[in-house]
Every structure is written in C-alpha cells, then in structure tokens.
C-alpha cells in the first residue's frame, strides 16, 4: 500500500546534540509537511515543502531545519534540541496545494516519531 | 486563518448516533470544512470535508447550517475504534496546508 513512513517511531537523544528524524513517502506527492505535536496538545504546523520550494511558518524556530533531496524523502533536523523539543513530529503529504490540480487535496500523515530529549 | 470553536470532550455509547458540533462564525465565502480525526498513537487522518452542501462518506456526515456559521459531524453508529480527537479545521479555497485547532476528545462506552 503507498503511505507515509517515519523512522524510526521512538528516538531519544541529549540535550543540545543535533538529531535528524526521516520521512519518506511511496504516494509520489509533490507536497510534504512536518507537524509538531506536544503531549496533549493539537499538531502545529513547523513547514511544508511543494516540491523543493521551501516554506517556513512564521513562528517556527531556527534550530529547526528541513531537507528534501527528492520527491520521496524529507527530513527534520534540529540542530540542538532542547528540553521544549521532545514532542511527537508528524510528516504528512498531499498531492498537490492550492488546488492546482483541481479538487481537494487530502493530507496523509505518517505515524509519527516521539522524541525524548534526555 | 478563521477560527473553528469545539467542545474539549464528549462521550457516547457504543453502537448510538454522535453528533460532533463545530462553530466557525468567521467562516470566509472560499473556506471550506474539514474534519481529521487522530486514534490514538496515530497520525491525524481526512475524515470529510464540505463547503456548502451536506456530505456523506462511508465514515461519516457532514451537516453544514445554512449560513455556514456552524457544522456537524455526525458518526451513525460510534464503535470503540471511533475514540479519538476530531479536528473541525477551515481551508481556504480547500487546500491551504492544515492549521489544527484543539479538537473535541471523544469517548466511546462499551
């Protein structure tokens, strides 16, 4: 089945060593986004790519950073992660933005990753 | 992004009708409705979406007030695997990236 995939589901790193999380997707869409989402809390939205155009939310943190080499792959990385970080990170995808190639377009997320920051 | 109000929680029995209510009175003429829902240790995901008309799908309703201001989601028959937290979320012209809201924890008793 095409989906979305995060790996790995758990990672836990230390306090101001820089960490990657991965996202890959096997549905050929042109758009991915990374979600952030603290315990209890909704997703916030940290970026979103359509197809290498890059796009920041205001409020996102510099510490993060995200590359997407090719249409399948993205990653988050964050340089150095604070206590505040540990969160779940969502990766999702949609076909298209905009309604470029007409009709709604669906988001699909990943599982997640739980990151814990010791 | 216009704003979307929900009850924190609500709970239903297994098997009888939930109507999840949404109230969206900043809804701009290009916004349309969506509805994501998140199980458990899961990834949010579509549920419906509308923009004027009343919708279904195999999951769901959708019942949108004539002036748009408010909308219901409606599952016929809650089931168990039906706890979750339901995302009322607005997208103008239906596409803009998703912007979650605090969404409305529903329980389901056996």
């Known amino acids: 089945d095409a989906m979305v995939i995060q790996n790995p589901r758990y990672q836990v790193t230390q306090f101001g060593k820089p960490v990657t999380l991965s996202c890959s997707q096997t549905l050929n869409h042109n758009v991915m986004y990374w979600y952030q989402q603290k315990s209890s809390q909704a997703p916030k939205l940290l970026f979103h790519y359509y197809d290498k155009d890059f796009n920041n939310e205001a409020d996102t943190p510099d510490n993060f950073q995200s590359r997407r080499p090719n249409t399948s792959f993205c990653f988050l990385d964050i340089r150095s992660p604070g206590l505040g970080d540990a969160a779940m990170y969502l990766c999702?995808?949609?076909?298209?933005?905009?309604?470029?190639?007409?009709?709604?377009?669906?988001?699909?997320f990943g599982p997640g990753t739980r990151l814990t920051v010791l | 992004d216009a704003k979307t109000t929900q009850p924190n929680s609500m709970e239903s029995n297994e098997e009888e009708p939930v109507h999840l209510p949404c109230n969206h009175s900043t809804i701009s003429g290009t916004d349309y409705i969506h509805w994501y829902r998140q199980l458990p240790s899961q990834g949010p995901e579509y549920v419906i979406h509308g923009l004027t008309s009343n919708v279904n799908n195999r999951m769901a309703s959708l019942a949108i007030a004539e002036d748009r201001k408010s909308s219901t989601l409606i599952l016929h028959r809650a089931t168990l695997r039906d706890a979750a937290v339901y995302y009322c979320?607005?997208?103008?012209?239906?596409?803009?990236?998703?912007?979650f809201g605090k969404g409305t924890r529903l329980s389901v008793i056996a």
């Open positions: 999702a995808t949609s076909r298209d933005l905009y309604g470029l190639a007409g009709g709604i377009e669906e988001q699909f």
């Open positions: 979320i607005l997208r103008d012209r239906g596409n803009t990236p998703l912007v």
